[in-house]
């Protein structure tokens, strides 16, 4: 049995390993977190995934062997015209129907950040992030030291097409969520300062802590 656990991540590394081998230096790249009009099109939608998705893992020294493994994509204003113009052309949505699906997915980024998680832990009972006692806690947090609490945490029981399609690193070994934090905390300052230098997610529990880490580019 525990074989086979090990094998099982093993395989959820490897998943995540062949999705970022097409993004060497993906790790150290920065982001702009600015908004205004993009000029994608569909076979972008790649690259951009890429350019806004991280991967960590959190290795235990006593056992030699990692605890946890998680890939997360910040579901950013860039990431979403990206990720409308694909899904538009996918499913060969009207003009009309293509700008709704835009406007109202970038409307999201005005009161919230979002982000699509995949992540497989040592014993599947600690892979749920919703559970009463969970294995792990998440917080958004940054470099000056703002630490925010999740609003919401959506777990999908049952990634379909869409999730697999466009999130590969999905898979059978891995949960998938959506965790959704404010833009702004109840002190009123906002949950991601303007003049941070990065952002994150940090995941924290008995086994230890790890942190997501997004660098946003100076000027």
């Keep these: 049995m525990l074989e086979s656990v090990r094998s099982m991540g093993r395989s959820a590394s490897l998943v995540t390993l062949v999705f970022l081998l097409g993004a060497a230096g993906c790790q150290t790249e920065t982001v702009q977190l600015g908004e205004g009009p993009r000029e994608y099109v569909a076979t972008d939608y790649d690259a951009v995934l890429r350019h806004w998705t991280r991967s960590t893992q959190l290795t235990s020294l006593e056992a030699m062997d990692n605890v946890l493994t998680v890939t997360a994509t910040y579901e950013s204003w860039d990431f979403r015209w990206a990720y409308a113009i694909r899904y538009g052309e996918d499913y060969r949505l009207t003009v009309d129907q293509r700008h709704a699906l835009l406007e109202r997915s970038l409307a999201e980024t005005r009161d919230r950040h979002q982000f699509y998680i995949a992540l497989y832990a040592q014993k599947h009972a600690w892979n749920d992030l919703t559970a009463g006692q969970p294995a792990w806690i998440v917080r958004l947090v940054d470099d000056e030291g703002t630490e925010t609490a999740p609003s919401e945490i959506s777990t999908i029981r049952?990634?379909?097409?869409?999730?697999?399609?466009?999130?590969?690193?999905?898979?059978?070994?891995?949960?998938?969520f959506r965790i959704t934090f404010p833009r702004v905390r109840a002190d009123g300052r906002p949950t991601i300062p303007p003049d941070a230098h990065w952002f994150g997610l940090r995941f924290a529990g008995p086994q230890g802590n790890k942190e997501i880490v997004w660098q946003i580019h100076s000027g």
């Design 158 to 176: 049952k990634p379909g097409a869409i999730e697999l399609t466009y999130f590969p690193y999905t898979s059978p070994w891995r949960s998938a």
